[in-house]
């Protein structure tokens, strides 16, 4: 036998794996696992090239960014003053509170959007280069989240004209922001491997969540709600309780613990779930987004 053949294709096969991902027997958790921590490695990588989304999103613009916050503005106005009317509340409590929920949903809204696409959109990059697929979920949320802070502009006229009641409570926030970015990682892996598979996932995660902010309390409040539709309707409604965990300190209130403690388990179980997940299907997804 020749054994230079044998040896040719033993390392024909590693570097195959060491390109295209692991070998079908490989702990599906270890290799999620390896993948995030080599993605975070890379941080400077990532929030370069989620800066670079956003200047060439907005490039040869006057305003960049804060014209998403000027679009945001114009239906807070519209919105604002017709719902108020027609839900018969106060201005100077109604305006504060769908402003602070509004800027919340739209954070939330852009993440879920943008990751079914975040590995198709990458594909020859990954092609080319062996980087973790993780890398490019981290861009996506960090690339949200430097549009998102723009439009905290939004919130000096409305503390200007209506006010809002910040105090020890608004420290709440930065909790919450760790809860959502923590679920909007899993969450963004789980969207992006399953429509590098099925592209239909893309089409459906952005009809799906049209239709979910007529369902979580964006535009009234949950006193408005019933007690079976509080229970049925908002308890297993995820986008809510990440709603809620960044307008109420920005409310000057706590976010309900239940809120927390829902966040809390949805990570653990959907980190887990999307690790095993991810980790059986990683040496597929390069084949996938071909």
């Keep these: 036998m020749d054994t230079s053949v044998t040896t040719d294709r033993s390392a024909s096969s590693a570097e195959v794996t060491k390109v295209y991902g692991p070998a079908a027997n490989e702990n599906p958790f270890r290799v999620a696992y390896e993948d995030v921590v080599d993605g975070l490695r890379r941080n400077e990588l990532w929030r370069t090239l989620g800066v670079l989304d956003v200047k060439r999103r907005y490039r040869r613009t006057l305003l960049g960014p ?36 509004f800027v919340a949903w739209t954070f939330i809204y852009q993440m879920m959007n943008d990751a079914p696409a975040a590995f198709i959109s990458a594909s020859s990059l990954r092609q080319q280069i062996n980087f973790p697929y993780s890398m490019f979920i981290f861009q996506m949320i960090f690339r949200g989240l430097f549009v998102h ?44 491997t ?72 949805a990570f653990v179980i959907g980190s887990l779930f999307t690790a095993w997940f991810f980790g059986r299907r990683k040496h597929n997804i390069v084949f996938w987004i071909i």
């Design 149 to 192: 802070l723009h439009h905290y502009v939004l919130l000096v006229p409305v503390v200007l004209v209506y006010g809002l009641n910040f105090n020890l409570n608004t420290l709440l926030i930065i909790p919450g922001y760790i809860l959502v970015l923590a679920n909007m990682t899993w969450i963004g892996m789980l969207l992006a």
């Design 194 to 265: 399953m429509a590098s598979r099925y592209r239909d996932v893309q089409q459906l995660v952005s009809s799906v969540i049209q239709v979910l902010i007529y369902v979580t309390p964006i535009f009234y409040s949950i006193d408005r709600l019933t007690e079976f539709q509080r229970i049925w309707i908002l308890t297993p409604n995820l986008l809510y309780h990440l709603v809620v965990v960044l307008r109420s300190p920005l409310m000057g209130e706590a976010a309900p613990l239940s809120s927390y403690l829902i966040l809390c388990v």
């Design 66 to 101: 804060f014209w998403a916050s000027g679009h945001i503005a114009l239906y807070i106005i519209c919105v604002g003053f017709i719902f108020s009317t027609l839900l018969e509340a106060d201005r100077a409590t109604y305006i504060p509170y769908l402003t602070t929920g």
